[in-house]
């Protein structure tokens, strides 16, 4: 019998899952993230979704051997199990009740999935992002690393001296909500409920909200040439650039890459970015070198497999990089879970 690998990537908008064998992704499938009912829609979503990629991918559930889940965050724990206290998908949280529609305080993620599967690893998305691009990607082998989601929401995953940062519920670099000012009482509000936050400022709906409209509209229109657009692009570009620093002052990193749906405009931002980066303290920030995720589009995919794949398929993985041969990924309607 061969070995079976679910991942599982849980975001705010969508919930990803695919089937591996040691020959690579064998099946792709996702669902919009479902926010309705109780609480444990969205482990029974998790749960569905493994079993249509099976479906996809020829194998019998069962046959999984483990399941690595890389999920938005923060956590909590309890009863020694993670739950999920994400402010984008728990409607009682913070500014988005509305929004979200639902009533939820927290998801009971490990608890509701544990036993239904031999092993189970759930980590926030940024830190199994960071594991993923150290061992296949743009950060392979580096053992100073910081990783950045530059998103709907801002995230980071480190490792100091090859040690991956973790911390008590692991929730270590939470990036997004470091405090960029004194609170004036005027300062965007994060999704959180927190005013200043680095999300609230130059997070993808932070652009949108500013400008008045899409963020990717904002950096075409930047690069035709549109002054209030350039604006507004310099000034995020400047305050990401403190929140990095301030992440480099306190890890000494030696490499920081950067993923998400705003950095894909990584040819605006790079400039912008490492410009005011510099500026501030050299002896902490002149050998440090930028990259743009090298996993991208699969960095979901990878990440949530990085925290199961068994130790002898990396060496083979890194030669042959058989995610890029992935099949597409099929889009399953909502109402199916």
Request: neutral net charge.
């Given at each position: 019998m061969g070995q079976y690998f679910a991942a599982v990537d849980i975001g705010a908008t969508k919930t990803t899952v695919s089937v591996s064998s040691s020959r690579g992704i064998l099946a792709r499938v996702y669902q919009l993230t479902r926010k309705s009912g109780d609480p444990g829609t969205v482990p029974r979503q998790v749960d569905f979704l493994i079993g249509a990629a099976c479906a996809q991918?020829?194998?019998?559930?069962?046959?999984?051997?483990?399941?690595?889940?890389s999920t938005a965050s923060p956590f909590e724990t309890t009863d020694e199990a993670l739950s999920l206290i994400a402010p984008n998908i728990c409607?009682?949280?913070?500014?988005?009740?509305?929004?979200?529609?639902?009533d939820w305080r927290q998801v009971p993620l490990e608890r509701d999935l544990r036993g239904k599967y031999p092993r189970l690893r759930i980590a926030n998305d940024c830190i199994s992002a960071a594991v993923a691009e150290r061992s296949f990607g743009a950060g392979l082998g580096e053992d100073n690393l910081l990783y950045v989601t530059w998103s709907t929401g801002?995230?980071?995953?480190?490792?100091?001296?090859?040690?991956?940062?973790?911390?008590?519920?692991?929730?270590?670099?939470?990036?997004?909500?470091?405090v960029m000012n004194y609170h004036r009482g005027d300062e965007p509000v994060c999704g959180c409920g927190g005013r200043a936050h680095l999300e609230a400022l130059v997070a993808g709906p932070a652009i949108g909200r500013e400008y008045g409209a899409e963020p990717q509209e904002v950096f075409q229109r930047c690069r035709r040439g549109e002054k209030r657009a350039g604006t507004l692009v310099q000034r995020v570009a400047a305050i990401m650039a403190t929140g990095l620093y301030s992440a480099v002052a306190l890890l000494d990193s030696r490499l920081i890459i950067l993923g998400g749906s705003v950095s894909k405009?990584?040819?605006?931002?790079?400039?912008?970015?490492?410009?005011?980066?510099?500026?501030?303290?050299?002896?902490?920030?002149?050998?440090?070198?930028?990259?743009?995720?090298?996993?991208?589009?699969?960095?979901?995919?990878?990440?949530?497999?990085?925290?199961?794949?068994?130790?002898d398929w990396i060496a083979d993985w890194q030669k042959r990089k058989p995610w890029r041969q992935a099949p597409e990924t099929t889009v399953l309607e909502p109402e199916l879970a």
């Amino acid at each position: 019998m061969g070995q079976y690998f679910a991942a599982v990537d849980i975001g705010a908008t969508k919930t990803t899952v695919s089937v591996s064998s040691s020959r690579g992704i064998l099946a792709r499938v996702y669902q919009l993230t479902r926010k309705s009912g109780d609480p444990g829609t969205v482990p029974r979503q998790v749960d569905f979704l493994i079993g249509a990629a099976c479906a996809q991918a020829r194998v019998e559930k069962p046959q999984i051997r483990a399941v690595g889940i890389s999920t938005a965050s923060p956590f909590e724990t309890t009863d020694e199990a993670l739950s999920l206290i994400a402010p984008n998908i728990c409607g009682a949280l913070g500014e988005k009740r509305k929004e979200i529609g639902n009533d939820w305080r927290q998801v009971p993620l490990e608890r509701d999935l544990r036993g239904k599967y031999p092993r189970l690893r759930i980590a926030n998305d940024c830190i199994s992002a960071a594991v993923a691009e150290r061992s296949f990607g743009a950060g392979l082998g580096e053992d100073n690393l910081l990783y950045v989601t530059w998103s709907t929401g801002i995230g980071a995953g480190a490792f100091v001296d090859g040690h991956l940062l973790t911390g008590k519920n692991g929730n270590a670099l939470h990036l997004g909500h470091i405090v960029m000012n004194y609170h004036r009482g005027d300062e965007p509000v994060c999704g959180c409920g927190g005013r200043a936050h680095l999300e609230a400022l130059v997070a993808g709906p932070a652009i949108g909200r500013e400008y008045g409209a899409e963020p990717q509209e904002v950096f075409q229109r930047c690069r035709r040439g549109e002054k209030r657009a350039g604006t507004l692009v310099q000034r995020v570009a400047a305050i990401m650039a403190t929140g990095l620093y301030s992440a480099v002052a306190l890890l000494d990193s030696r490499l920081i890459i950067l993923g998400g749906s705003v950095s894909k405009n990584w040819d605006i931002l790079e400039p912008l970015v490492t410009d005011r980066f510099y500026r501030e303290f050299p002896v902490l920030t002149r050998e440090v070198v930028f990259k743009h995720s090298e996993l991208d589009q699969y960095l979901g995919d990878m990440a949530g497999l990085s925290l199961v794949m068994p130790d002898d398929w990396i060496a083979d993985w890194q030669k042959r990089k058989p995610w890029r041969q992935a099949p597409e990924t099929t889009v399953l309607e909502p109402e199916l879970a």
